[in-house]
């Protein structure tokens, strides 16, 4: 007995010891603490004071403000590098005594060339000058570099390139305009800097967190996630822990513009600040299709005439009367997984199904899938896809067009019944815009910029359809082949007439009336 006390005793003394010493450490690492926190204040101050000094040396060599945009890969060809050069231009025509700077990471490339670039793809040429500032390390933010968490993994890289960026020049006004949020912070704090955003896709959205809460396998979320529930647990906490970040990043903004109504939900319900946010929707060139004549236009009459005498069914040649053509419903996009060539493929299958082989039924109808591969990855892709072809016995009614010249596109869209599209979520839908120009009846995803901003009606007339599954599409398709010549001509003048609205003029004005109170701070 006496020697468990002594035990116990003895046991009582150690841990008194114990906790003397972990108290004794608590005010040094107090102490500690604070002059590290001191010492990173004093370095980030130190830091500021000294980039506005390069800002004011700059401003007393050049004789007036500068605006940056931020646009890694400002040599590529696709919408966003349009939403930076109709952007430029406007601000150029707007504000004559105000330069101009593009930070990007192409490399293999001059100035001149990227500017070259811009003119043969999208006929736009600048004003004035500008000046680029060329970036080492942009590997930092692309996904390849990150085979693990990879959202976090390119915002962290952003930082730093946008840390590279800032040391390069220094301006009075930044705009990110290809959704790196991160870099926000970095120019505004320690820049100090106006900051502008355009953003094109939120970095993580609310549909994301749910497709992962209901353990859906989707492009961006891994079989084996999905099917265990500590993982999917996992990532729902990485992505809510996210897009807090995310919030706070992007609520640094000055401006906020996004390009669809479906992007402005995102964009409010993560960056909450409604009253700088407005929509801007992206330039969609369209001209090329405009100048061709809708068919039907020029014998509308003549048509409706045959289509009644035909008992309302066509030669399944496209028209009632003697054309040889087939119908074609055409695709258009790259060869990516979120483009969901699955499901067109599968649908098209269940209207040939539903269709027969009588007239008007499988031999009439083609299925054309146009769009570019990026790399081994898209190219594997489309061996799949031409693999279930084979599967569901309509490969001899599905043509692959990849890489095509854009007259090989036009002449098909020109000419095509139906334009496809079966994105979830697209944030916008160029392409969706082009069909409706070119005089397709455009049956699209209902969901994202299509169902909420492209095919709505316009003046209470039919603009297009909208379908979400196989069996959907497949009757949406069946209807639109049903239509009477005169009832496809309608919705084709609605359509072409509606896309108008994104235009490059509608964009400029709308850019420049989002971005004017910054501007005007700038240059009074």
Not at 156 to 171: D, H, R
Not at 401 to 414: A, G, I, Q, S
Not at 438 to 452: C, D, E, F, N, Y
Request: hydrophobic share 40%; proline share 4%.
């Amino acid at each position: 007995m006496a020697g468990h006390e002594h035990h116990h005793h003895h046991f009582s003394l150690c841990f008194c010891d114990l906790m003397r010493l972990l108290w004794s450490l608590v005010m040094p690492c107090v102490y500690l603490s604070l002059a590290l926190t001191l010492l990173l204040v004093l370095a980030l101050l130190g830091l500021r004071v000294w980039l506005q000094g390069r800002r004011k040396t700059r401003r007393a060599q050049d004789g007036g403000p500068a605006v940056a945009f931020f646009h890694p890969y400002c040599n590529a060809g696709g919408g966003g590098e349009r939403v930076l050069w109709c952007s430029l231009r406007a601000l150029m025509n707007r504000y004559p005594n105000v330069s101009f700077v593009v930070y990007t990471g192409d490399k293999g490339v001059t100035g001149e060339q990227v500017l070259e670039g811009a003119r043969q793809r999208f006929n736009i040429t600048l004003p004035r000058p500008v000046t680029f500032i060329f970036l080492r390390h942009r590997g930092l933010v692309e996904a390849a570099s990150y085979p693990h968490f990879t959202l976090l993994g390119q915002s962290l890289g952003s930082m730093f390139l946008g840390w590279e960026a800032l040391t390069a020049f220094v301006p009075d006004l930044y705009v990110d305009s290809m959704g790196y949020a991160f870099t926000l912070p970095i120019f505004r704090y320690l820049g100090s800097c106006k900051v502008a955003s355009y953003v094109h896709y939120p970095t993580v959205s609310t549909d994301m967190l749910t497709v992962v809460r209901e353990r859906n396998p989707r492009f961006n979320n891994a079989d084996f996630i999905s099917r265990n529930p500590v993982l999917s647990a996992v990532k729902v906490l990485y992505y809510c822990l996210f897009a807090l970040l995310y919030g706070l990043a992007g609520s640094c903004s000055d401006v906020v513009m996004v390009n669809s109504t479906w992007t402005l939900g995102h964009i409010l319900a993560l960056w909450r600040c409604p009253g700088r946010t407005s929509v801007v929707y992206p330039p969609c060139d369209v001209r090329a299709f405009l100048d061709v004549p809708l068919e039907g236009e020029e014998d509308e009459d003549e048509l409706e005439e045959d289509w009644e005498e035909l008992g309302g069914e066509e030669d399944g040649r496209g028209r009632a009367g003697g054309d040889t053509k087939c119908q074609s419903i055409v695709s258009v996009g790259q060869f990516r997984p979120e483009k969901d060539h699955l499901l067109q493929i599968r649908a098209f299958a269940k209207l040939l199904d539903r269709k027969g082989d009588g007239p008007g039924g499988r031999e009439a109808l083609r299925l054309v899938l146009i769009g570019g591969c990026r790399n081994q990855e898209d190219e594997d892709r489309v061996l799949m896809l031409r693999g279930l072809c084979q599967e569901l016995g309509v490969s001899d009614r599905v043509d692959f067009k990849l890489n095509v010249p854009f007259d090989e596109l036009k002449r098909e869209l020109v000419s095509a019944t139906i334009g496809l599209h079966t994105m979830w979520n697209e944030h916008f839908g160029i392409g969706v815009v082009e069909c409706m120009a070119a005089g397709t009846i455009v049956l699209a995803h209902k969901s994202g910029g299509p169902k909420l901003d492209i095919v709505v009606p316009h003046e209470g007339r039919q603009t297009g359809f909208l379908a979400d599954s196989e069996d959907s599409y497949a009757a949406a398709m069946e209807i639109i082949l049903a239509l009477t010549p005169s009832a496809r001509l309608e919705i084709k003048r609605a359509a072409r007439e509606s896309v108008g609205r994104f235009s490059d003029q509608e964009f400029e004005a709308c850019f420049l009336a989002a971005t004017e109170a910054l501007m005007s701070q700038l240059v009074r």
